[in-house]
C-alpha cells in the first residue's frame, strides 16, 4: 500500500482537496484529514526527544493505524494536513515560509518508520499566497497588515525553493510531487488522480473551492474595527483586498518565478514539477531523479540533512 502524503502548503488549496476527499474519495484510496492527524494520531511525534517514551507510543499508533488500512486492501493512503509542515501562524510570525519543515518531516518520516511512498507540496505566488495568509491572519487575530509586517515578509529571501530543498533533506529517500495552486485549485479531482494514480470520482458539476479566503467587504469590516491606520491604502481601485504595493508584487512575483524556472529546470534532481505535461510514472515507482549539484545561487550543497531529534 502507498502512503502519499500531501502536505498543502496553506493557502493553496488543500481544503479543497480534503473536502473532495472526504466526500468523493475511491474505495481503492483511504483518506485521513484534519481530523484524523489532529484526533491524537501525531501525539508526540513533536516536541518529544527519539527514544522517549511519547514518540515510541506515537510510532506504534501510526503502525497500527496502517495495518488496519492495508487490511481493507487500499492500494493507497492519502494523508493531508498543512500542518505537518508547520502552522501558518508560524510564517505570518516569522515573516518567512515554513522554517520549521526540514525537522517537523524528519520526525514524521521516522514516526513512519520508513513507509511513505511520496510526498506532494502545492505552491503559490508568493504575492497571492501572502495576501491570502494577511486576510486569514487578520480574521483571526492572529497578524495585523501594517507596513512593517508587510515589509518583512517583501524582505525575507527564503522562498518556495528554500522551502522543497529542506524538506528533500529531511526526507531523502522520498520522491517529492510539486505541483502549482493556479493548476489545480478548482480540480481537486485531477491532483487526486495525479498522486494515487487510481481514477478517483468526477467533480460535482459546481465545483469546490472551500475555505477561499474572506471577501473585501469582510476584510474591510475587521480592519475597520480593529482600526489599522490607512486602511483605504490596502485595497486597489477596484475595491479589492491588496495590502502590497506594485513594487512589493513585483519583487514577490519574481521570486516566484525564479522558483518556477528552478522547478522547470529539474529542481537538481531533488523533486518533480507537474507543470501541464504528462506525469513521470518513475515517481509513482519511488525513483528519485538524479541529484546534479552546482546550480547558480544554489546553498543547497552547504545543507545537511534534517535529523529526527
Excluded at 495525479?194 to 472551500?210: E, H, K, V
Aim: proline share 6%; glycine share 8%.
Amino acid at each position: 500500500m502507498d502512503v502519499i502524503l500531501h502536505l498543502g502548503a496553506h493557502r493553496t488549496g488543500s481544503s479543497s482537496f480534503q473536502d473532495y476527499m472526504t466526500r468523493f474519495g475511491s474505495d481503492q484510496v483511504a483518506f485521513w484529514g484534519p481530523r484524523v492527524t489532529r484526533g491524537g494520531l501525531f501525539d508526540g511525534v513533536h516536541g518529544c526527544p527519539v527514544g522517549t517514551r511519547p514518540r515510541i507510543r506515537a510510532k506504534g499508533r501510526i503502525a497500527v493505524q496502517l495495518a488496519r488500512v492495508a487490511a481493507t486492501g487500499a492500494k493507497a493512503l492519502v494523508i493531508s494536513d498543512a500542518n505537518m509542515i508547520g502552522a501558518l501562524r508560524t510564517n505570518l510570525r516569522c515573516a518567512t515560509l515554513y522554517p520549521e519543515i526540514g525537522t517537523r518531516m524528519a520526525r514524521l518520516c521516522d514516526a513512519f518508520g520508513g513507509r511513505i511512498s511520496r510526498v506532494s507540496i502545492q505552491i503559490r505566488t508568493l504575492d497571492s499566497y501572502w495576501t491570502s495568509a494577511l486576510a486569514f491572519g487578520l480574521m483571526r487575530g492572529i497578524a495585523q497588515p501594517d507596513a512593517a509586517a508587510r515589509a518583512r515578509l517583501v524582505a525575507s529571501d527564503r522562498r518556495w525553493r528554500d522551502v522543497i530543498t529542506d524538506l528533500a533533506c529531511a526526507v531523502p529517500d522520498v520522491p517529492i510531487i510539486v505541483t502549482a495552486f493556479e493548476h489545480h485549485v478548482q480540480r481537486p479531482d485531477q491532483l487526486a488522480d495525479l498522486l494515487t494514480g487510481c481514477r478517483m470520482a468526477p467533480m460535482p458539476a459546481q465545483g469546490i473551492w472551500t475555505n477561499r479566503h474572506p471577501d473585501a467587504r469582510r476584510v474591510r469590516a475587521c480592519l475597520d474595527m480593529l482600526d489599522i491606520p490607512n486602511a483605504d491604502a490596502l485595497f486597489d481601485p477596484d475595491g479589492h483586498w491588496q495590502p502590497f504595493s506594485p513594487t512589493h508584487r513585483q519583487t514577490l512575483r519574481a521570486r516566484t518565478a525564479a522558483d518556477l524556472a528552478w522547478l522547470r529546470a529539474g529542481a537538481e534532481g531533488l523533486a518533480h514539477f507537474q507543470d501541464h505535461q504528462a506525469f513521470d510514472p518513475a515517481i509513482r515507482a519511488g525513483q528519485r531523479q538524479t541529484h546534479i549539484r552546482g546550480s547558480e545561487d544554489n546553498d543547497s550543497q552547504n545543507r545537511h540533512m534534517a535529523r529526527p531529534c
